[in-house]
């Protein structure tokens, strides 16, 4: 099969087409046929070296894709060979052929191409797990997402918003945040030219937003306490601002704040098995309904995966990146 490896850590040119074997599904695993596969900022991190590949996953990038499931463990499970599925995958998604395990693969929903669906398991994951099982997000809450233009961002905004939250994002232009804002912010906020404490402050009489979800952290830190209401949470999944920070304790002590974090990757399947459970139940019907939707800047084609990273390092887009594996019919 064909597939995106990276050759050496270092710039996007370093992702080339090679030729490799085709991976074969284990127990509880199927293989995919390989339509689409989304493009996400772990990925980024492992071609420059940063991002230590699990033991025992692929080396070949990539951690979402959609496709047909042509071969596995299929004895015990509601798929079929010939089933449309997108799945959350330890890696391997840059390639014609990628094994999931069968409890991470949900179906494309009804009226999604592949190329829409490939976009949804990384981001759905991760902040389902994070917003709603390590935040907490309550009915009534409010919520803010920093990098609300992201692929996490947009997802972030949109799922929050369906499900009755008031919704605050932060982006580095007037553009990005009315997109934000077209995709169910209440109100999203410029960080190059306001100030996200006093507008969060303003907007909610003071009183600070319930959870926060941070791919930023470093010097942001101090900043999001001082956003968070009384008994609220902050929740860290990056730390592209960096991984140090000067955090006023007395504030946690005071007003009984919660700071937590997670990395999905190196989880065990069964964690992101409850996960995938959870988003078939409660969001599936969503994105079935219209009432969240694939935000998709751009794809190309596999061969091009250099290209799609360079873009994605220009944070210039709004959304996500997506490799076209199989070209639309």
Not at 81 to 91: R, S, T
Not at 229 to 244: N, P
């Amino acid at each position: 099969m064909r597939a995106i490896e990276i050759t050496q850590p270092g710039p996007p040119d370093v992702l080339q087409l090679c030729e490799r074997p085709l991976p074969v599904a284990g127990p509880g695993q199927v293989l995919i046929k390989v339509h689409a596969a989304g493009i996400n900022r772990p990925d980024v991190l492992q071609r420059t070296g940063n991002y230590p590949v699990p033991k025992g996953a692929s080396d070949l990038p990539g951690l979402e894709i959609a496709g047909e499931i042509v071969d596995g463990d299929l004895a015990a499970s509601s798929f079929a060979k010939g089933d449309m599925v997108c799945a959350l995958v330890q890696g391997g998604g840059y390639a014609e052929y990628c094994v999931a395990d069968l409890a991470l693969c949900l179906p494309v929903p009804a009226g999604m191409s592949a190329l829409q669906a490939a976009s949804l398991p990384e981001t759905f994951f991760t902040v389902w797990s994070n917003v709603y099982d390590r935040g907490r997000l309550q009915p009534g809450e409010t919520f803010m997402v920093q990098g609300g233009s992201s692929g996490i961002g947009v997802t972030a905004i949109q799922l929050a918003k369906a499900l009755g939250h008031t919704v605050f994002a932060t982006a580095g232009s007037d553009d990005k945040c009315r997109a934000c804002e077209a995709l169910g912010a209440d109100r999203a906020i410029n960080y190059k030219t306001e100030d996200f404490v006093e507008v969060i402050k303003q907007a909610t009489d003071g009183k600070g937003v319930d959870v926060i979800l941070d791919m930023v952290a470093g010097d942001y830190v101090p900043r999001e306490i001082a956003c968070l209401a009384d008994d609220g949470r902050l929740v860290f999944i990056a730390l592209l601002g960096g991984a140090k920070a000067t955090v006023p304790l007395g504030q946690i002590l005071m007003r009984r704040l919660t700071l937590t974090g997670s990395t999905l990757r190196p989880r065990p399947v069964a964690f992101k098995a409850a996960i995938a459970a959870q988003l078939r139940a409660q969001v599936w019907p969503l994105l079935e309904a219209g009432k969240i939707k694939p935000v998709i800047f751009q794809s190309f084609p596999l061969a091009q995966a250099a290209s799609a990273h360079a873009l994605m390092e220009s944070s210039s887009h709004v959304g996500k990146i997506v490799l076209e594996v199989i070209a639309a019919a």
